[in-house]
């Protein structure tokens, strides 16, 4: 497949192909059609017949070439394939695009400082487990890392301490680079404000650019309350978390990050539901973290 792949790639060769397909031809005959030199074109019918697309035969002081259908027909059925699995993508194709629209329109909008400080994205879920049992998963930062971070991300350093005046830092790389070795797909530095277990949560947090300053604060407010009666004695009831998360201090550069927000926020709060629906009185921490600590 690479040899056919690396015979069409070049526009010569693809015309000789398309000459081809409409019948045999001579390369003298295929030279003239094409605008070539004979040798050149000789050597170009050479390396696309090494390739096996196409056939060769001397007929008195001539060399006929044909075109082979075969190679073209599997390589047509591969790319076929190859765009079934693209549509079967779903989410994430969806997902991809989603995010392709949204940087396009932030982009456009970043034109000055403070663009997106009148910026507020609100996110609400239903969760399993006691508001308790959902605070453990909002601040300790071995239950944090296994679901603080889009899909496809993986949380390589992580400080959340749960107090007022308490540090934040959230960094992540991409989630097959166990090593270590590829670069730093995010990192956020803040504060916690307000810490009343099981009740509310807030914090500011400062993703950073490239270049180490900040590209706009992020003020997020979680607030947790008992979803209602379990359906039987002893179970939880379950919580009702609402989450608002607002923006301040926006940058020209900061369009990148603001168009991830409500995705990449997103991904993650489904993970924590997910996680909290396959355990919710037992879960335990599973994660490939490199550097995790609390403060209480």
């Known amino acids: 497949m690479d040899a056919l792949l690396t015979a069409l790639a070049d526009p010569a060769r693809w015309r000789l192909v398309t000459l081809l397909a409409e019948r045999p031809r001579p390369v003298g005959v295929l030279a003239e059609l094409a605008g070539a030199r004979q040798p050149q074109t000789t050597k170009h019918l050479q390396t696309l017949e090494r390739a096996g697309v196409v056939a060769s035969q001397r007929s008195g002081q001539r060399r006929v070439y ?20 693209a549509d079967g993508a779903g989410g994430a194709r969806e997902t991809f695009d989603r995010y392709g629209r949204s940087l396009r329109a932030e982009r456009g909008a970043a034109q000055r400082p403070g663009w997106a400080d009148d910026r507020s994205f609100t996110f609400r879920r239903s969760l399993a487990g006691s508001p308790e049992q959902v605070w453990r998963h909002l601040t300790e930062p071995a239950l944090l890392a296994a679901w603080w971070a889009p899909d496809d991300l993986r949380v390589s350093e992580l400080v959340f301490e749960a107090r007022p005046g308490g540090r934040v830092v959230l960094e992540y790389r991409d989630l097959k680079d166990a090593g270590g070795s590829d670069p730093v797909v995010g990192r956020a530095e803040g504060v916690v404000d307000v810490a009343r277990p099981a009740e509310r949560l807030t914090y500011r947090s400062s993703p950073l ?41 926006s940058t020209v550069d900061s369009a990148d990050f603001v168009a991830g927000i409500e995705i990449g926020f997103g991904q993650s709060l489904d993970k924590l539901a997910a996680i909290l629906a396959a355990a919710p009185d037992k879960s335990s921490p599973k994660t490939s973290t490199d550097n995790t600590r609390s403060t209480r």
């Open 66 to 85: 044909a075109l082979e259908p075969g190679p073209l027909r599997d390589l047509a059925a591969t790319l076929s394939r190859l765009a079934d699995t």
């Open 209 to 249: 650019l490239p270049d180490g300053g900040t590209a706009f604060t992020s003020h997020v407010d979680l607030t947790l309350r008992p979803a209602g009666p379990g359906d039987g004695p002893g179970d939880d009831p379950g919580t009702e978390l609402d989450v608002r998360y607002g923006i301040t201090d």
